[in-house]
Structures are given as C-alpha cells and as structure tokens.
C-alpha cells in the first residue's frame, strides 16, 4: 500500500480492545439479523479487531473483512487464533477494494463510516460498496450526527489497566469545523511511575444529517435507502439520536 494510517497505533489499539472487547450486544444482534436474513457472503470493511467478525464466523456466517491498520488486525488474527479461527481478512484502504466476488451484505459498524472525511473520497466509497454489492444485497452502516460531539475544547482523560501491570493513560480534546469533529488523543504507557512510549493522535470523524448522506447514497446509485434508528428495526431515528443506521439497496 502507498497510504499509510496515522491513526489505530499500537496503543490505540489496546485501549480500544481493553474499552471495547465485545460488540455492544443491541449492535450484535441487529446486525446478526441482517447476516441471518441475507443468507450469503458478507463483508465488513475496517473490521478492526474483529469484535464483530470473529463472533459471526463462530455462528457460521461466511464473513470476510479489512482494515486499514496492521495493528488492529493483528490483534484480530492473535484473537482469532485463541478461538482456532481462519478468517478472511486482509490489510487495505477502501480505495483498494477490487474484489472478484460480490457481497450479500456490507456492514459498517460503530460510526467507522465517518473515518472516511474527504467528499470526493466518500463519494469514491460509496461507488465502491455498490460496485460489490449483489443485486439483492444490502449495505448497512451507521452515519454519526452532531450530537455525537462530545464536549469541545475540554481535556478529559481516562486510564486503562494492562495484563502486564503497566497502565496507559489517554487523554483527548475535540474541536469542532463544520461537519468534521477532530479530536487530539495522547496515549502514554506508564511504567513504575514513568512514562515509556507516547502515541499522539488526531482523530477525524465525519458528521452527517440524513439529507447529505440519502444525497450522496443515491448519486451512488443506491435506489431504496432507509433510515433506522440504532438498533430497533421497527423505528426511525430522532433529532435526538448520535447515530443513524442507513439500509441501503440497489
């Protein structure tokens, strides 16, 4: 790959999987439900640790996945092996994507979808998902909404236990542009009351309102879109809401 990632280093991703080792269990199970009804095989881009994947393999769905972020899939792949998983996953950007087989479903998880900032690269992504996408298949993702902002220009920090004894402190500042929330994170490794390695991030995230997003999925081409809210299939979403799941068909 020509692209490198300055985000989900190596700290990153073990406070990620310390703050996060499962998949919340109302995400699990809504998104379980589209892999149960669509019967086929699935693909889960920026699949990160595999909290969402390596359950589904171990249900039996045909899954496969990709991350931009050697670090996070070899926590992936170091999870998968204590469970004795195989899984199809590899390390690539979505720009890469050029599969030989199409998708019953694709699903994004988690706000990930808003990772991707730049308008003509959004674009270029939707393009993409509906290019691999089977004629009846769906794809599935959650769009973060400007209520997801946490509060602006405060530090804030939170501390996270390793197995090994050591600690790493986290601490973040988001500012807000417009539709692109940025937000610094400093993780520190502590040992013995010393700070060993330091990891300073600039997390960037997309925000959306449904019209934007219904705008750019049907210049993808996508004809039948609908919005949900997270995780209740039989509603829609709020003012109120962080995030809204966006099903989407051809």
Known sequence: MQKTLSTYLNLCTEVYDLSKPNAPVDAYNFYRDYARQTQGKILEPMCGTGRFLLPLIEEGFDVQGFDASGHMLDALRNKAKQKNLLPGVWQGFIEDLKR?????????????????????????????????LNDDGIFLFEGETHKSVPTLDVWRGSQWKRPDGKTILLSICANLEGN???????YELVDKNNIIHTEIEDFVVRLYEPDELISLLQEAGFNSIRTIKAFDKTQGPDKNDESIVYECRK
């Open 100 to 132: 030989p087989e199409k998708y019953n479903l694709i699903f994004i998880p988690s706000g990930s979808f808003g990772l991707i900032t730049e308008q003509a690269a959004v674009k270029n992504a939707l393009k993409i998902f509906y290019n691999h």
């Open 180 to 186: 692109i929330c940025s937000t610094i994170c400093k």
